[in-house]
């Protein structure tokens, strides 16, 4: 069975600094692995998904992740924060053991940007 | 497209009350689900249907909780009787199913506040 972790439910970081997400997976298949934001008040918007092939992706708004089959990772990046990034950032596996490919979502992380 | 359609956006009632939470589909979609998202528990996956039919909703936390999809292109929650725990915000999702990678589209939420 297919599982998401996500290290660090707070992370903070100065408007123009590095932005890194972690996300570590658990899957006996090759995983379809996805990165959703979610702002204030609002629902769940994909930034960016793995499926195969080119192991960096990128998203929207400037974010890119890379799938590490050795580590087991789907780490998602920026290299600038900006203010507006200020969200909660959920990372998810397609879970295809059951055939259902519902999706299997890590307890997500909250950006804090400070000026 | 004017993507996963939402009513109410809010709703408070008092306990007791029966609650309905309503949902429309992009489209299109064949895949529909429902997810609560608190504090405590982060989000989670309450149930889904494809093609009109629940597949799984081993996530309704109880009896109290009912789901349909009469058509495709609506689905209803329904809490009977709804307690102050049953306080959340629940999103709708729909997708195209069949492809494991597709994504899923979420609904603005209905924030359920019950007294």
């Known amino acids: 069975a297919q599982s998401v972790t996500q290290l660090g439910s707070h992370v903070s970081v100065s408007e123009g600094a590095l932005v890194l997400l972690r996300c570590n997976y658990s899957?006996?298949?090759?995983?379809?692995l996805f990165w959703y934001v979610q702002y204030p008040n609002q629902g769940l918007q994909l930034l960016l998904k793995?499926?195969?092939?080119?192991?960096l992706v990128k998203g929207i708004n400037g974010f890119e992740a890379e799938f590490k089959k050795s580590e087991t990772s789907f780490h998602l990046t920026k290299p600038s924060a900006h203010m507006s990034d200020a969200a909660e950032y959920f990372c998810?596996?397609?879970?295809?053991?059951?055939?259902?490919?519902?999706?299997?979502f890590g307890t997500g992380t909250r950006l804090k940007v400070l000026a | 497209d004017a993507g996963v359609i939402q009513s109410p956006r809010h709703e408070v009632t008092e306990m007791g009350q029966e609650v309905t939470l309503r949902c429309k589909p992009i489209s299109g979609h064949n895949s529909l689900f429902w997810y609560r998202q608190t504090m405590m528990r982060g989000l989670e996956l309450l149930i889904y249907f494809n093609n009109n039919v629940p597949i799984d909703d081993s996530g309704m936390p109880e009896d109290r909780f009912s789901a349909k999809m009469p058509n495709a292109s609506f689905s209803t929650l329904k809490i009977q009787p709804s307690e102050p725990r049953d306080s959340a915000v629940y999103f709708c999702?729909?997708?195209?199913?069949?492809?494991?990678?597709?994504?899923?589209?979420f609904g603005p939420g209905t924030r359920l506040t019950v007294l």
């Open positions: 999702a729909s997708r195209i199913t069949g492809v494991p990678y597709n994504e899923q589209f």
């Open positions: 793995y499926t195969t092939g080119a192991t």
């Open positions: 899957s006996s298949v090759p995983p379809y």
């Open positions: 998810a596996v397609s879970d295809q053991g059951s055939g259902t490919y519902k999706y299997i």
